[in-house]
Nanobody, 126 residues
Framework: QVQVVESGGGLVQAGGSLRLSCAAS????????MGWFRQAPGKERQFVAS????????DYADSVKGRFTISRDNTGNTAYLQMNSLKPEDTAVYYC???????????????????WGQGTQVTVSS
C-alpha cells in the first residue's frame, strides 16, 4: 500500500498563493502518477492536476491552467501543487492521490487512483 498525506492548506486572500505538499510513503516504488483533486461543499470531487512519476508529464483542469503548477520530487516521494492567483471559487478541500497505473486519458478520473489522503482545506476570501 501507499500512504499519502497532504499539507499546506490554509486561508488566503484572493490573488494570493499557496503551496500544497503530498508526501507518499510505503510502497512508493509502485507509484505511476499522483493527482490532486478538490471538493467544495455540495459539489462533486473534481480533477485539478496530475503528474506522471517517471517523466513528469502533467495535466491540468481548464479552470486552473496558467495558475496552478504540479511538480514532484521523486527522491523525496513528494508531489506539490503551487497555486497562484487564487480565486474564491478555488475554495475546497484538496485531496492528493496516487495511482499504480492509468490508461492515457484516465488521469482525470478519481476512480483511476488507488490511494487517497485525508485532504487539506483551502479557503480563498474575496
Amino acid at each position: 500500500q501507499v500512504q499519502v498525506v497532504e499539507s499546506g492548506g490554509g486561508l488566503v486572500q484572493a490573488g494570493g498563493s499557496l503551496r500544497l505538499s503530498c508526501a507518499a510513503s510505503g510502497r512508493t516504488f509502485s507509484i505511476f502518477a499522483m493527482g490532486w483533486f478538490r471538493q467544495a461543499p455540495g459539489k462533486e470531487r473534481q480533477f485539478v492536476a496530475s503528474i506522471k512519476w517517471n517523466d513528469g508529464r502533467s495535466d491540468y483542469a481548464d479552470s486552473v491552467k496558467g495558475r496552478f503548477t504540479i511538480s514532484r520530487d521523486n527522491t523525496g516521494n513528494t508531489a506539490y501543487l503551487q497555486m497562484n492567483s487564487l480565486k474564491p471559487e478555488d475554495t475546497a478541500v484538496y485531496y492528493c492521490a496516487s495511482a499504480d497505473f492509468y490508461i492515457p486519458g484516465d488521469q482525470t478520473k478519481a476512480g483511476t487512483y488507488n490511494y487517497w489522503g485525508q485532504g487539506t482545506q483551502v479557503t480563498v476570501s474575496s
